[in-house]
């Protein structure tokens, strides 16, 4: 099983910074499979990056993903009031399908 | 409009059974495998069951915490995916999402709004 594990847990920043939350899998994926999700208090998860580096239909472009084997970024270049959610990294290569633990990402 | 809308949560007590229902419409769901995740209340996203399309035999996957206990099906004619869910746990409670995908290096694109089970006495 891949074990993903996001860092920080939380994090704090104001609308206009810069947000750099990392993803780091227990053995080397496939960079196909790696994705990015958005949460909001009483919403379903929503795909923000797919293939470690695609944004999905209608994603702003100041969301970015990166990386590859162990270790994945998603960045928000510019942050807006309504990204402030919690974040998951998501490895979709086979089963199990495992999530990291989430980065809340807060004002 | 691409949906998928999940039904028939409800409080159980701990080992009763429950039947889940993922409804799909907008979309040919018989050429789809659907995934059913689960969240339990302020965790994470956990990964429940997954069943592929009749094409591909309707294999079934589970994850280690439900094998033995949850049945994943489908009725293409109806549109509909079920998790049958026996011998229920409290730790079993969460809100329950369906999702699909259709290729095997496609994302989870498409969730439904979830269903909530609590299991508890």
């Known amino acids: 099983e891949i074990v993903l594990t996001q860092s920080p847990g939380t994090l704090s920043l104001s609308p206009g910074e810069r947000a750099s939350l990392s993803c780091r899998a227990s053995?080397?994926?496939?960079?196909?499979?790696l994705a990015w999700f958005q949460q909001k208090p009483g919403q379903a998860p929503r795909l923000l990056i797919f293939?470690?580096?695609h944004r999905a239909t209608g994603v702003p472009h100041r969301f970015s993903g990166s990386g590859s084997a162990t270790d994945f970024t998603l960045t928000i270049s510019r942050l807006e009031p309504e990204d402030f959610a919690v974040y998951f990294c998501?490895?979709?290569?086979?089963?199990?399908?495992?999530f990291g633990q989430g980065t809340k990402l807060e004002i | 409009e691409v949906q998928l809308v999940e039904s028939g949560g409800a409080l159980v007590q701990p080992g009763r059974s429950l039947r889940l229902s993922c409804t799909g419409s907008?979309?040919?769901?018989?050429?789809?495998?659907i995934i059913w995740f689960r969240q339990a209340p302020g965790r994470g996203l956990e990964w429940v069951a997954f069943?592929?399309?009749?094409?591909?035999?309707?294999?079934?996957e589970y994850a280690a915490s439900v094998k033995g206990r949850f049945t994943i099906s489908r009725d293409d004619s109806k549109s509909i995916a079920y998790l049958q869910m026996n011998r229920l746990k409290t730790d079993d409670t969460a809100l329950y999402y369906c999702?699909?995908?259709?290729?095997?290096?496609?994302?989870?694109?498409?969730w439904g709004q979830g269903t909530v089970v609590t299991v508890s006495s």
């Open positions: 053995q080397s994926v496939s960079s196909t499979y």
């Open positions: 907008g979309f040919d769901f018989d050429d789809f495998s």
């Open positions: 293939g470690a580096s």
């Open positions: 999702t699909r995908r259709e290729y095997p290096r496609d994302p989870f694109g498409i």
């Open positions: 998501h490895h979709y290569g086979g089963s199990p399908y495992t």
């Open positions: 069943i592929g399309t009749k094409g591909d035999g309707e294999t079934t």
